[in-house]
Every structure is written in structure tokens, then in C-alpha cells.
């Protein structure tokens, strides 16, 4: 798991799994069980710094690269991807596109807070008729003769959106017909409505909520980048986001394989413990290989972002495998568990429902195999 890391890459690692074994794991059916967000948790992440990783140091982040950061994520998520995906929907949406678009004012304004953990950050995309067709969204901008606008509109399924520490939520919007632009709304704006917490099959200790904008003032230091270039910015943000649902989508498949393994060690039947059954040792061995081969393909996609590469076709190459991955493996880990793994409080009945969503969320596999044929040259308008 370690090969061709580097030290601090390693260190890392461990760091992370040793708090989510130690902080997380103790309280994730708990928190599960009730719905409940991870506030004490998310602080402590922000202690340590890992909730602003690849935010650069000058702004208040670690100023880590982009495999450090889906290294700390898929630990995360090894253990729980209800904090994971708070992590990684507050950094890679909430927090890096004012790190790639923002002016210095932006910056200096909301980062080193979103960096620390202060507050959390969100991001406003898909809307209840605009999800895999994002190009499609409604909420407006009316530009105000002062400079300012004025929002009107609703989002859905939107990570991070109303806990008691987000502040602001990067959002897409209209400014003229079929002209796409960003802006930076803070929480605390009048106006910004953060509709009741949706109840989920899975991640359920992450907090995801509709959102509406009624009659909401922005200034005009709220536009996040030129107007008009919202489209191909929400494009570069979901790019690098994917790599990080890839880690989590690569962590539960982990965390699920480490499960079933040992289970599989402790659990006998006919005299011997399932290990001792040629079937169950291939059915590990596959799961082993698989998460083994999606690993080297995650870290790929990252270490081509790093370099400056074009990496949008390996990145939904990864996000596609990782999640069909997370599902096949919590699916064979839990019927290895027997009837154990039906029961509400084993932990892989928890992995086996946080699954299906990597399906979904960051882009169907649809939307991946699109982006897909579109970089191989099997695409025609």
C-alpha cells in the first residue's frame, strides 16, 4: 500500500488512520444511528490540519499535494464516509474554488478560516431540475445599479449547506440567458435558506439539505471569477473533486475488505473458520486485487494533477471503477457476515448503505463514461 510513497506521505497515513480508528470509529454507528453531525470530530480535524490540506500554507492550509489529500480522505473514509465526504465536499467544492478563482480580497476573506475549520464551506451546483445536466440551472442573478445582485433560486443535495459552522456556499447562477457565473454567499446572508436536513439511505451523519435564495443582496466583490466563465469553473472544481469521492469510493472498499476479512478469521462453521474455505480465500483474494488495481488508478489521476497534467479522463476513470468498487466489495463483505451484516449496528451494514451513492453523487456513472468517450474520441454531438 505504501510503494513509491514518500515519507510524509506514509506518516500521513498513519496519522489519519490512527485518528479515525481512535476518534471516529468509537461514535460512527452512533452518529449514524441519529443523523447527527460530527461537530467535535470536524474540530478536531481542524486542529490537526486536515481541513484545509492542498489549500496553500500562505493562505492557512497544510499546502499539501493532491495524493496527500486522497490518501487522508480514503483513511477517512476506511473508517467512516460520512466525515469523509464532509471533508472532501468542504475542501475540494467548498474551499478550492476560491483558492482557484477568488481575487486576494476572497481569499483573504474566507480561506484561512475554511482552511482551519473554523467554518465550514459548501457549494451550490445542482438544483431539483438541473443535476446531471448542470448546464441547466435557473437560479438568477439580476445585476443591481450599484454593482451588486440580487439572487433568487434553489439548490438540492447540497453537502455542508446548514450546519452551525458553514459559511458560505460557492453557488452557480444565471446573470444573462445561457450565461453561467459564480458567486460567494455567505451563510449568514439574508436570504440564504437552508431547507431541513434530507434523510438518507447512507451518509447519514453528513449533512446535506436543499438550499433557497430569496430576494438575496450580494456586493459586487461576491462574483467568484470573470462573469460569464461559471461553466468551465464548475467543470475544473468537478474535476478535482472526483478524485477525492474516487478516495472514498477506494476507502470503504478498504475498510469493507478489512471487515470481511476479519470475520471471516474469527466466524466458524463445519468445525473451522471461513478462511479455511477455498471459496471464502478467493473471494478475499478478488476483493484484495480489485482494491489493489483501483488504488494504483486513484493515485494516477492525482499524481497527473500534480504534475500539471491533463488528468479529467483518468480522474472519472477512477471516480467510475472506485464506485462500482465500493459497492461490489461492501456487497460481498456483508454477505460473507451472514446474518450479522443485516443488523442495524454491525459496521458493514453502515458501509454497505454508504455505497450506492458513490454511484451517483460528483457525476453518475453515466456523466463519468461521458467524460470518458469524450476524451478517448468516441463522442459525437
Partial sequence: MNAELTEQQVLLRRTVREFAEGEIAPVAEALDRDSRFPYEIVAKLGELGLMGMPVPEELGGAGLDTLSYAIAIEELARVDSSVAITVAAHTSLGTMPIVMFGDDAQKARWVPRLASGQMLGAFGLTEPDAGSDAGATRTRAAAQPDGGWVI??????????????????????????????????????????????????????????????????????????????????FLTVLDGGRISVGAIGLGLAQGAFELALQHARQRRQFGKALVGFQVVQFQLAEMATEIASARSLLYLAARMKDGGDRFTKTAAMAKLVTGRLAQTVAERALHLHGGYGWIEESPIARFYRDAKILDIGEGTVEVQKMVIARAIGAYEE
Fill in 152 to 233: 433568487d433560486g434553489s439548490k438540492m443535495f447540497i453537502t455542508n449547506a446548514g450546519t452551525d459552522i458553514t459559511g458560505c456556499c460557492a453557488i452557480t447562477a444565471l446573470t444573462a440567458p445561457g450565461e453561467i457565473t459564480n458567486f460567494i454567499v455567505p451563510a449568514d446572508a439574508p436570504g440564504y435558506v437552508a431547507g431541513p436536513p434530507l434523510h438518507k439511505i447512507g451518509w447519514r451523519a453528513s449533512d446535506t439539505r436543499p438550499l433557497t435564495f430569496d430576494d438575496l443582496h450580494l456586493g459586487a466583490d461576491a462574483m467568484l471569477g470573470p462573469r460569464g466563465l461559471g461553466f468551465h469553473q
